[in-house]
């Protein structure tokens, strides 16, 4: 089973920075795309990003600009860097793994790290 762990989350002022991190328990270089996604108190969850296999990326137009969403397939991680941050960017962010395999697609989610955007 593949187990995937968030860490970066935290309190930040508007405008400021922080990086998340996506540790994955095995390889992650089949996993096609990777993302992470964000669920607000009230709200569904959303994507904010997804990076294919191949590192092209995709980004939520709110986001865009803003977010820079990357893989280290080697140390089995993925990150987010996310700058100037707003308070509509607080939520808990989610890791994600997509695989396609014999048996379909399976999606493989993290626990959440909290990002709270706070003056």
């Known amino acids: 089973q593949v187990q995937l762990v968030e860490s970066g989350g935290g309190l930040v002022q508007p405008g400021g920075s922080l990086k998340l991190s996506c540790a994955a328990s095995t390889s992650i270089f089949s996993f096609n795309p990777m993302g992470w996604y964000r669920q607000a108190p009230g709200k569904e969850r959303e994507l904010v990003a997804t990076i294919t296999s191949i590192g092209w990326p995709n980004y939520a137009d709110s986001v865009k600009g803003r977010f820079t969403i990357s893989r280290d397939n080697a140390n089995n991680a993925m990150l987010l860097q996310m700058n100037n941050l707003k308070s509509e960017d607080a939520a808990v962010y989610y890791c994600?793994?997509?695989?396609?395999?014999?048996?379909?697609?399976?999606?493989?989610w993290g626990q959440g790290t909290q990002v709270t955007v706070s003056s």
């Open positions: 994600n793994a997509r695989s396609i395999g014999y048996t379909g697609v399976r999606d493989f």
